[in-house]
């Protein structure tokens, strides 16, 4: 991992967080997790991207045909509307136009568990997801301090609109600290998001 150019990027949702923050407001109609991880997840790191002059090829871990198309379904809308959120609430992160996502997105690429690329993802993965709950679990802190988190590539101001995202962490059974965590304190995506140079 450590000799990988490898950066990690994580939407972290806590799922009865997620439910207590919208079952009441939106009942059944509220989006899947896999919509805002996938969302925040591949906008961010397009922003990445974008400011390194390179496009991305999103990777993610096949699941299935119909759960493949869904994400397939999200990534082409990212590139036709932009993202799905209120745009009300949702400026403050400096969301990126749908044709600044048509220009960023390269490909859409599924890989299957056996991949190099998803293992590598999946030894990210769970230390990202522990620190949104830990910020002292050891392989996160190792992470940390091995310049491998994006918030470690990041001035600290840019971290809310461009870091890990760590969503719906508010509940009173968790309550992360923002100090404590280099992120702002949404499950995060399986797979890769490679950056391909323009």
Same mark, same amino acid.
């Given at each position: ?8 990027? *994580?939407?972290? +949702? ?8 919208? !079952? %009441? $407001?939106?009942? =059944?109609? #509220? ?5 805002? *991880?996938?969302? +925040? ?8 991207? !974008? %400011? $390194?002059?390179? =496009?991305? #090829? ?141």
């Amino acid at each position: 991992m450590m000799a990988s150019p490898v950066v990690g990027l *994580a939407c972290v +949702i806590d799922r009865p967080g997620y439910n207590a923050r919208y !079952r %009441e $407001r939106y009942g =059944r109609q #509220r989006w899947s997790l896999c919509k805002s *991880a996938f969302t +925040i997840s591949v906008e961010r790191a397009a922003k990445y991207a !974008r %400011e $390194r002059r390179c =496009r991305l #090829r999103v990777m993610p871990e096949r699941c299935n045909k119909t759960e493949d198309r869904v994400l397939k379904g999200y990534y082409e809308d990212l590139k036709k509307h932009g993202p799905p959120f209120d745009p009300n609430t949702s400026e403050k992160y400096r969301p990126l136009s749908p044709a600044e996502f048509a220009e960023t997105l390269l490909e859409f690429d599924p890989k299957t568990k056996s991949h190099p690329m998803a293992q590598l993802a999946d030894l990210y993965l769970w230390p990202m997801c522990m620190g949104g709950y830990n910020p002292d679990c050891r392989p996160y802190e190792r992470l940390k301090s091995d310049g491998k988190l994006i918030e470690c590539q990041l001035p600290p101001g840019d971290w809310p609109s461009l870091g890990s995202k760590y969503y719906c962490f508010d509940g009173p059974e968790n309550q992360v600290a923002d100090s404590k965590n280099p992120a702002e304190a949404g499950s995060a995506t399986h797979g890769d998001l490679g950056a391909e140079p323009s």
